[in-house]
């Protein structure tokens, strides 16, 4: 399998929107999930997408960021607005090749490099 490589992030005022690529491969059919972390904190996920399209949220996100994918291209997105300070950190897209997604970092077998995410006040 080719790696996972984001693209996308960067540093952007407050109130302003980012979008997120994942170069996917094969892994685009399977479960797929944006993870984040910031200095001195846990890897948490923040969106993620199963095989049959269910995209569940973490709370701090919800109304703000949408994930999609584009099967024909095999990248997933995430795209992010009214940003907050708050969502500045690494973001890191993950795949696990079955069709259940799961909000757990050691249920994902292949990981990007991540992309940094700054948020301005």
């Known amino acids: 399998q080719e790696p996972l490589v984001e693209s996308g992030g960067g540093s952007v005022q407050a109130g302003g929107s980012l979008r997120l690529s994942c170069a996917a491969s094969?892994?685009?059919?399977?479960?797929m999930a944006w993870f984040r972390q910031a200095p001195g904190k846990k890897r948490e996920r923040v969106a993620s997408?199963?095989?049959?399209?269910?995209?569940p949220y973490a709370d701090s996100v919800k109304g703000r960021f949408t994930i999609s994918r584009d099967s024909a291209k095999n990248i997933l997105y995430l795209q992010m607005n009214e940003l907050k300070p708050e969502d500045t950190a690494n973001y890191f897209c993950?795949?696990?090749?079955?069709?259940?997604?799961?909000?757990?970092?050691?249920?994902?077998?292949?990981w990007g490099q991540g992309t940094q995410v700054t948020v301005l006040s």
């Open positions: 997408i199963d095989s049959l399209g269910w995209t």
């Open positions: 094969e892994y685009i059919k399977f479960c």
């Open positions: 993950a795949a696990r090749t079955v069709r259940d997604c799961s909000p757990f970092t050691d249920r994902y077998s292949a």
